[in-house]
């Protein structure tokens, strides 16, 4: 056997899982689109148009890998230690706590802009900008696809 340094058992399993999660998932992606139902990418979430995302409802599982510790977003490891990912300021904190899964983007704007004074214009872009910063992380998501149904 060489003298050369191999990863752990548990880190290849876990980058081999990581791995075959991702492949069925765009492999399932692939099959529905070929079915005639498009697919959306999170990846693709800032380009959606306003009226689309302000529409979205975004879901943070509180209780899932990715947690909130005082202002630290942590990740549990395999042996349930945290991983420190972010540090977010007071603000940022209070925005996660509104995306509940019950309130779309528009109306967490709405909330924001009441608890702070700010325009709505600028609530808005607030929340957009820290939901699709989120959404990329997978750290929160949007409860059901986005719809290209028109503003109303």
Excluded: Y
């Amino acid at each position: 056997m060489s003298n050369e340094k191999r990863a752990s058992d548990p880190d290849v399993d876990r980058g081999r899982r990581g791995f075959f999660r991702a492949f069925a998932g765009q492999v399932m992606s692939a099959a529905e689109e070929l079915r005639g139902k498009p697919q959306f990418r999170v990846g693709d979430i800032d380009a959606l148009p306003e009226h689309v995302l302000a529409a979205l409802v975004p879901v943070w599982h509180r209780q899932g890998p990715i947690r909130l510790t005082g202002n630290l977003l942590v990740r549990l490891g395999t042996d349930g230690a945290p991983q420190t990912l972010l540090e977010l300021g007071p603000q940022q904190v209070r925005l996660l706590s509104l995306f509940d899964g019950v309130r779309n983007v528009g109306q967490i704007a709405n909330v924001w802009a009441a608890e702070t004074g700010i325009s709505e214009d600028q609530a808005g872009m607030d929340v957009r900008r820290l939901f699709v910063f989120f959404a990329k992380l997978m750290v929160v998501v949007p409860s059901s696809p986005p719809c290209e149904s028109q503003p109303q």
